[in-house]
Each structure stands twice: as C-alpha cells, then as structure tokens.
C-alpha cells in the first residue's frame, strides 16, 4: 500500500513538502514515455448499434469481438497484493517476459501493476450509493483489461521499436442516439468513473479500461524493485503504470485539433470527457492557484448538456502548441488554475493527448507531476501531487481522508433506467432500479406524464434538477412530445414502438449529466379469428406491425422483460423486399421476443413448430432456443429471466414476480441455423433474405399449460432473422382409419366400411370426443340411401381410447370407371385429421346370364325397367333365369335393367340386351 503509506499521518504544510520534495532527478535524457492506443475501428462498425460499442479517449471504436478476442487470451493472475475495487485482467501477457533486460519480466511486471492500482483504491473512495427511494446499488469490481500489444492492429507500428513505454484509456459508452447540431457536444462520464461513483454495471463486456506495458522494447530497462532507488540506467516502472492509470482515472481529454471531439467515425454521435469540462484558459499561468481571469475552454449555458469551443480561443491548435509558452492564453485545470495542462510542445504530442497530459516548470511553477509526459532513466519514484489530488477530487472522486484533502468531490450522475448485467465469469448483481416502469402509451392516445419520478434514481452531492428534456432519432417523426408546464409533458404516437426520451440534470455548478427514459407505444392487435387448430401465433408474419426508423419494441406487445447477461431488449423489425420480419439480436447479449399463444399447449400435446429462419455471424451459426410458459416473463425491476430452462426430470429455473412466477421449460435447444451469410452483423439487409424454412415437434411433457413462448438467439455475436412463424397444438389419442377398394356394376350400390380407431393413452386430459367423417366424391359417383353418412359426413359420438367404430359409407354410379374417394376423419377438440383415398371400380354389365342368381334376396321383389324407365314387375320364380328370358323374348329389341327391389327401395340394377 505504497503511496498511502506516505500520506499517513501528515497533516497541513508537511503534506505539501513531502510532495514537492521528490523534484525529479534527471540524469539522462528525459524522453516522452507516454502514447497513443493503435488500434482500426472494424470496417462494418456502422451495423453495430451504438449501444454496442466503446470508445477510447483517441476516438478508438471497440466492438464486442475485440474484446472477446482480448479476453480469450485473459490469465487470472493471483496477485500477492489486492488490487482493492480494482479487477485486473491479464490479456496478452505472457507467464514469462523474456528481453536483454528482463529474463524473468512476466513474473515481476505484473505484481507492480497490481500494487499501483492497489495504492489507488486507497486513495480514491469507491462510493456506496443509496437511491432516492432507499435502494442500495451494490459495488462492482472495475475491471481493466492489462496487455503488452503498444501497437495492437496498426501495420505501421512494432512493439519493439515503439519509443512508447506505456499508454492507457478509461472506456466510455456511446450517449445512445445523440445527434447535436454543430458546434454542441454532450460531456460523458467514462464507464471507469462510473463503476468508482455510480456503481453502475454499465457496459458488460468485461472491460471499463485498458493499459498497455511496452515489454518488447530491449531498450526499456525497468526499475522492478520498489524498494530501492531507481538506478541511474533504469526507468521507474511504477511510476510508467501510474501515469497512465491516472489516464484511465480520467485525465483524458478528447478535444480533437479543430476544437470538436475526436471524431468516432460513428455517425454524428460524439462527446467531450469530464476532463474537458476542468480545463480553463487565462492569461498568464501563476503557480498556487493564484492566476488571474480564468475562463472555461469550453462554453455551455448550464441547461443543455451541450458545449462548444470559448469563442475567446483564436484556433485550439495553436493554443495547444503554445500552452505555458509564448502565446497569449495558457490551459490549465480547475477554475482556479490548479495545474498547467502539458499542450502539444509544438506538435511533438497529438493535440488530445497532450491535453491529459501536466506541464512542470511553468511559469516558475516547481511542481513534480505523475502526469508529466516524459520520464528519464534515473528518475525518482514519481507520488500524486497535491494538485494532482485536486484535480481527481474536482472530477468527482471522493478522496480518502489521509489525503489531508476535505475532498467529497462533485458529481451529477444521471442513471440510465435499464438495469444491466455481466454474464458468465464477470457476472455482477444488477442495479434493481426503484422508480423504473415502463411508460406505456396507446397509439393515437395522448399520454401525459411527469419528469419528477426521474430523480429517483439520479445521484449528485446536492439536488439535481432537471434542465433539459428533449428528443433525438429519426423515429419521432411519427411522435410529438410537448412541454405543458411544471415538468408535465404530453407525448402522442401514431406508429407503435419504442420513443426514447433524452434529459439532463444539472448540480455542483454546471456539472451536468444526460440519460434517458423510454415510452413504449403499442398497438392494439386485432382479434384473431381463428379455432385451437389454426395457426397460435396471430402475428407470424409480422406484416402487420410497422417498422420505425429506430427500433420496434417486443413485437408490440407491452411485456417488457430482459434475460440475464442482456441490456436491452428490443428486436427489430425489418423489412426487405416488399417482406418484413423479426430479427433477434446478440450482440452484448440476447434480445428474446415474446410470442402470445392464441390458445395453450395443454399438458401431453404437441407443437408443430413451423419458421423461416436465416442467419449472420461471423463465426459460429446462429443458435435458435425457444422456451414455453405458463405464465408471462417477470418485469425486469422484478427479475431478469434465466437464459437456462427446464426439463421434465428437473424444475430448477424460477423466476419469482409479484403476483406469479415465471417457469422456462425447454422446447428448442441450441438449434442451428445453418443457412449463414457471410459479411459483418447487418441489423436489417437492404436486399431480400434467403429464408429457409425449418420444421419441429415438441411435446409438451410438463404438467403446465404453455400460454406464451420466449425465442432468442444463443450465438454471440450474430443475428438470426425469423419470418413465418407458425406453431399448431395436436393432443393425443392418435386417429387411424382403414377402408377397403370396392368394385360394382353400374347401377350397383355398394356398402364401403369405414373403421375408425383411437390410441395411445398418454394424455390424461382426455374425456372422449366427438369424431366427424366426411367422405368427397368424384362427378358421376352419388350418395345412395342406407348406412351411417348423411350427405357424406357421420359423426360418432363419445368415442373413447382405444376404442374402435366401424360405419359404412353408401354409394352408387351409372357411369363406368374407377373413382378415387376421398375419406377424411377429424377431431377438432384434439386438432386431429386424417385423410385417405379409396378406390371404387364401377364395371358395365353384358346380359341377363350374367346375373348372380344367388346374390338376390328371397323377398326381393323384381322388375324390368326400359330405358324409359317404364317397369314391369316379374312374378317371383325359383327358375328365375328361364322365366326372365322367356318374359323378355316378348319384349321389343333393346337395352333393359333388370332391377330388384326392397321395401320399395332400388338396391341393384343389370343391365341387359334383349335381341
């Protein structure tokens, strides 16, 4: 616990000398130690939403697969000192650093990196905070991410030859959607700053800062004992790692050279540092905070979280080229010149770094800094000077009291109302915000409401207030939101979605803070008009729902929900050649949709899952899960819902909400999506999508109904886009039915007999049903009077498990050929259908000698019947066939039928030739 050990017990003037005491020694040329972070911003990084990104304190983009790449590689390294709040991550660090200068520097670089970041949770105070509401927020590690890479991706540059010892920046999140028009920039706090003040888990990607040691440069000979003095050949490594933790602190200027911030190469979103907002002109630097006439670099009016350039300063590079020099204003930190700002010493540093940078020796000024930029062999262990603290505790940190300091700092923090998360290793309690509900509006419904709710959750050393509500985004061309006085607003949609309301709180003397709140605008669906049979899924084509310009909230529905491991919940709605479609993201962690059931997925039922689905990643396919319900996912303020589910032999997800409790179960687990398109992670195409369409059937095995069914996408990071989404239930028993060919002669009716059979005991909610059949036939082939169908349909009523009916279907034809009937049985209690096809043959009959004697009924009554349709009755012989013959030798030539009859009733016709 190196530098606190030095401040404790001093008090007041000693203090003060013990710092000015350690004036560096130089015994060798001083050199600038101090550099920039190499690194390409990926070519696609306009598909990444902003949410899905850092930013550096260059103007570095970072997004997830850097990171992932980075910590793949991270060692858990068990220092021998605890590093405090502070969670150091070794990326590509090697176990043993092999140079000229240090065979063994892996082993020792390491536990001073980790003693200075020590030394500085011993300096700098982690707050507790406590919401308005009573609400604590839990503390959270600040996680660095340490490697050797100096270069990283610039083809330029070598670790090797690099004159850069080290280099370091706090990481800061995109102010999501912020789009001021020139010359107005927000002020951002880094997420570092915030983990130390705020105790927001913010950004869950593992890392709120990173450092870089140059350990390949041979000519970097470093001072690795710190319990000696620095040898006159030797650069002091601690002093290297604590300059430029101090940069990820937040000495960290982002003032490009034209007075604007770095540009982000991210469409117009960018932002100056609470860095920036400390530094201050005057006219002539004095040493002790005794300058004259100090103004601030950058104006703003203290209502909008909105700065520019003083308009006193001629051209911010030449400013900066001449800080403490000849030039007519000098830069320097705090209202009251606390510090010289270092500039760029005539272009040798870029503009934004030598604006973190500390100047010594200005202006007769005898102040040893950490944060001066050059270093030489030799040099003395560097300490934190009192301006330095000074300058830390005006930046909002509260210092601890050994300082000497009465340092509280001065801080506004306006707290996004999500709640966030890290999965896997890093994972983090979330921030369970105590004022967030949704704010739910109805399509061309106004909707008032009240900004006062949002300082619940907003955190300052005084009373905040809020200055500025205001809206950004393409998407507020469908939506007005309008100030109707005392902090009342009036909000009026037409096109569902989720609106994002931006505003700013003000505290601490123009310190000021902007986040945001959301107002979900849904839609009232129509009613669907359908039976348990169709298609559940009302809405699985999504033409229906409107596409906005910024994004579309949980397929309108107002359930707002997040999983564990996720920051936002928002699945997009794309549309592409004439065709809109779902698309669920993963990029910082899954964005699931909620599907509404028409009607339930009873216990023992099965679901015919029917989608077209397509894919982007750049690696692995994307991994379809789905999950059933019986009840809806918990809000988030209540509970994230699990990325697990479960299984039949094992309840061990829950969700606990205030009025019920959410249960997962599994249905579809890491299905692939095979068909990939290669490229970035495009949101929404501009060209029509190669769908493919993929078939499951899930039974449902759990004892609950499944009203509702959760579909994320696994795969991290990819995009899986979904259209046609169709789910029918189908109970048990199962149906089976037979039925036989049959073959007559025309005018013939025949009996076909129709068996239908119900199996398969497994579902216990069965009670019997009713089973309807209906038989289609072809032109020329008629119902005949007599069995079980009336128009070609019969219904058997109450027909049990396995339990068999037998009905006969009655037909007839005068025309010769084979006829395909069509006999289909349906259950509409159990979505049962089944359909087969019979063949009948009708054959044509020669003459009377043909006739199957034997096949007449004895009380049958007989008849000839010419074409006319003119009968005459036969008497009854047992010599039928004699007397017919000798009856028809009287008849005219020509085509007769010979027909029987019972009960008055036609059962058969032959047809014969007399001649």
Not at 123 to 145: E, K, P
Not at 291 to 306: A, H, T
Not at 479 to 486: D, K, R, V
Not at 520 to 528: G, N, P, R, Y
């Amino acid at each position: 616990m190196k530098i606190l050990t030095k401040l404790k017990d001093l008090k007041g003037q000693e203090l003060l000398l013990i710092f000015l005491m350690f004036t560096a020694f130089i015994s060798g040329k001083a050199q600038s130690f101090c550099g920039a972070i190499h690194y390409t911003s990926p070519e696609d990084i306009q598909a990444l939403k902003a949410s899905d990104i850092v930013q550096d304190r260059f103007g570095n983009i970072y997004d997830l697969s850097y990171f992932e790449q980075k910590l793949a590689k991270v060692q858990h390294y068990k220092s021998p000192i605890n590093t405090g709040y502070f969670n150091l991550m070794f990326g590509d660090f090697p176990e043993t650093i092999q140079n000229a200068n240090h065979p063994n520097a892996g082993e020792d670089i390491r536990p001073i990196i980790c003693q200075v970041f020590a030394d500085l949770s011993e300096i700098i105070v982690q707050r507790s905070q406590t919401l308005a509401c009573g609400d604590n927020i839990a503390n959270q590690s600040v996680n660095i991410l340490v490697g050797t890479d100096i270069c990283g991706n610039d083809p330029n540059c070598d670790n090797a030859s690099s004159p850069v010892a080290g280099t370091a920046s706090p990481l800061f999140s995109f102010l999501d959607n912020f789009s001021f028009q020139d010359p107005c920039f927000p002020i951002a706090e880094s997420l570092v700053w915030k983990k130390i003040n705020a105790q927001e888990a913010f950004f869950p990607l593992g890392a709120d800062g990173v450092l870089q040691i140059n350990v390949d440069n041979i000519s970097f000979n470093y001072q690795l004992d710190v319990d000696s003095p620095v040898a006159s050949d030797k650069l002091d490594l601690y002093s290297i790692v604590l300059h430029e933790a101090l940069h990820i602190l937040g000495f960290a200027s982002r003032i490009d050279e034209n007075g604007e911030p770095i540009n982000a190469q991210f469409s117009t979103t960018n932002y100056f540092s609470r860095f920036d907002q400390l530094i201050h002109i005057t006219e002539d630097f004095v040493p002790n905070q005794q300058s004259q006439n100090v103004d601030r670099l950058m104006d703003g009016d203290c209502m909008k979280n909105c700065f520019a350039l003083n308009q006193q300063v001629p051209s911010m590079s030449d400013l900066a080229a001449s800080a403490c020099g000849t030039a007519a204003l000098d830069i320097v930190v705090g209202s009251s010149a606390i510090a010289p700002i270092y500039g760029t010493d005539n272009g040798t540093i870029g503009i934004s770094n030598g604006m973190s940078h500390l100047r010594e020796g200005c202006n007769g000024d005898t102040a040893d800094f950490v944060m001066d930029p050059f270093i030489s062999d030799g040099e003395d262990e560097r300490t934190i000077s009192i301006q330095e603290l000074e300058i830390l505790c005006q930046l909002g940190y509260q210092i601890h009291e050994n300082s000497g300091l009465d340092c509280d700092g001065c801080y506004a923090i306006a707290q996004i109302d999500h709640t966030y998360s890290i999965g896997g290793e890093f994972e983090i309690e979330y921030l369970q915000s105590c004022c967030y509900e949704p704010l739910l509006a109805k399509s061309g419904e106004s909707f008032v409401f009240n900004t006062d709710f949002l300082l619940c959750n907003d955190l300052s050393l005084e009373t905040a207030q809020i200055t500025d509500v205001y809206t950004l985004g393409l998407n507020w061309n469908n939506a007005t939101l309008e100030n109707i006085g005392t902090n009342n607003y009036e909000f009026y949609g037409t096109i569902p979605g989720n609106y994002r309301v931006y505003y700013t709180i003000k505290a601490c003397d123009c310190y000021m803070s902007s986040s945001y709140f959301d107002i979900v605008l849904s839609d009232d669906l129509e009613d669907c008009d359908r039976t348990k049979c169709d298609n559940l899924v009302c809405i699985g084509d999504f033409e229906s729902l409107e596409k906005t310009n910024d994004f579309y909230f949980q397929a309108c529905k107002e359930d707002l929900f997040y999983m564990e491991g996720a920051n936002q919940n928002t699945p997009d709605i794309c549309e592409s050649a004439n065709n809109k479609y779902l698309d669920l993201v993963n990029i910082i962690g899954p964005e699931a949709t909620l599907i509404e059931l028409e009607y339930p997925i009873l216990p023992g039922c099965t679901m015919e899952i029917s989608v077209d689905l397509a894919t982007r990643g750049d690696n692995d396919p994307g991994l379809l899960n789905m999950y059933g319900s019986y009840s809806k996912p918990c809000h988030p303020s209540e509970a994230f819902i699990k990325q697990d589910c479960n299984t039949d032999e094992n309840i061990l997800v829950e969700n606990i909400c205030d009025n019920d409790s959410y249960l997962p179960f599994c249905l579809l687990n890491d299905e692939e999506i095979t068909n990939t398109f290669s490229g970035g992670l495009t949101l929404c195409p501009n060209s029509a999508v190669d769908f493919e369409n993929y078939t499951w059937t899930v039974l449902n095995e759990f004892e609950e109904e499944l009203h509702y069914i959760v579909l994320y996408n696994k795969t991290q990071p990819s995009v899986i886009w979904l259209d046609n989404l169709d789910i029918r239930s189908s109970c048990p028993p199962e149906v089976n039915i037979e039925v036989d060919d049959a073959e007559i002669e025309v005018g013939e009716t025949v009996f076909m007999d129709v068996e239908v059979c119900l199996s398969d005991e497994s579902y216990q909610g069965f009670n019997g049903a009713d089973v309807e059949v209906m038989a289609i036939v072809p032109s020329g082939v008629e119902f005949a009077n007599g069995g079980d169908f009336s128009n070609g349909t019969a219904t058997i009523l109450g027909m049990d498990e396995n339990d068999c009916e037998l009905i006969q279907l009655a037909l007839q034809s005068n025309l010769v050929g084979v006829f395909e009937i069509e006999i289909t049985v349906q259950i509409d209690d159990l979505c049962k259908e089944q359909t087969l096809q019979s063949e009948l043959t009708v054959k044509e009959k020669t003459s009377v000698k043909e006739l199957a004697w034997d096949e007449i009924p004895l009380d049958s009554d007989i008849y000839l019947v010419n074409v006319l349709g003119q009968a005459q009755k036969v008497e009854y012989l047992k010599q039928k066939e004699w007397y017919i013959q000798r009856y028809a030798s009287e008849l005219a030539p020509g085509i007769y039928f010979l027909q029987y009859r019972k009960n008055g009733t036609p059962l058969m016709n032959y047809k014969i030739m007399i001649q």
